[in-house]
């Protein structure tokens, strides 16, 4: 089955303590990105990755850390979170560019205490 | 710079009826795209619909369709014939940059609009 997952699906955690969020597709998308999600502020976006070794910022990167090793896999990293990083976390991928839809993963809820 | 505006946090529309929900972008790209997904409460994200900058009529899928209005930079989602099963979040999103040359690295996505289904 086509997806993307993410893990883990729930999170909690405590100031400074790093966590590493993991996503992976299994349909050989060129693109990826991180997204969060909160009240009254839609979803925002953090990183992206349109290709293998090539990451770019989102418009809240702050915080947050990405790397892109291998084609399927796109792990997000808190290496100091706080407790204004608490929010629905998701992946997503696409093919390609502009006019491909994105499949997003089930999301993450971090708490951040 | 970009922008994606949903004015509507909350709607209400009776079951069988048809409901608009409301969408504005601000872009200075000529190649973009504009998608719109849905959340129910379990908190999945769902693929809706897409329309192309390029796109010369309104995408339609199923009943749902987006009426395109490119001078007024409006991208408004029609469902049509509601369902009580439609009852969720909605949000409007864009991706900018050409096809060709592999762009749409950024996608920004409005405040959501919160549709409620009464029977």
């Known amino acids: 089955e086509a997806q993307v997952t993410q893990n883990p699906r729930y999170l909690i955690t405590v100031t400074g303590k790093k966590l590493t969020v993991t996503c992976s597709q299994n349909m050989n998308h060129e693109y990826m990105s991180w997204y969060r999600q909160d009240p009254g502020l839609g979803l925002r976006q953090i990183y992206y990755s349109m290709n293998v070794e090539a990451t770019d910022k989102g418009d809240v990167p702050e915080g947050y850390k990405v790397s892109r090793k291998e084609k399927r896999n796109f792990p997000l990293i808190l290496e100091s979170p706080s407790p204004n990083q608490t929010s629905l976390y998701f992946c997503?991928?696409?093919?390609?560019?502009?006019?491909?839809?994105?499949?997003f993963g089930s999301g993450t809820q971090l708490s951040v205490l | 710079a970009q922008k994606i505006t949903q004015t509507q946090p909350g709607m209400f529309v009776q079951e069988k009826e048809a409901v608009t929900l409301d969408c504005t972008y601000d872009?200075?790209?000529?190649?973009?795209?504009l998608f719109w997904y849905k959340q129910p409460s379990s908190g999945e994200m769902i693929f809706l619909i897409y329309q192309g900058s390029y796109d010369e009529q309104n995408a339609t899928e199923g009943r749902y369709s987006l009426n395109f209005q490119k001078a007024r930079k409006s991208a408004n989602l029609v469902i049509s014939a509601s369902q009580l099963g439609d009852s969720a979040m909605y949000f409007c999103a864009m991706r900018e940059g050409s096809v060709i040359y592999n762009q749409g690295g950024k996608l920004i996505f409005g405040q959501g609009t919160e549709l409620s289904v009464k029977p």
């Open positions: 997503a991928s696409s093919l390609g560019s502009t006019g491909e839809k994105l499949f």
């Open positions: 872009t200075s790209d000529q190649s973009y795209g």
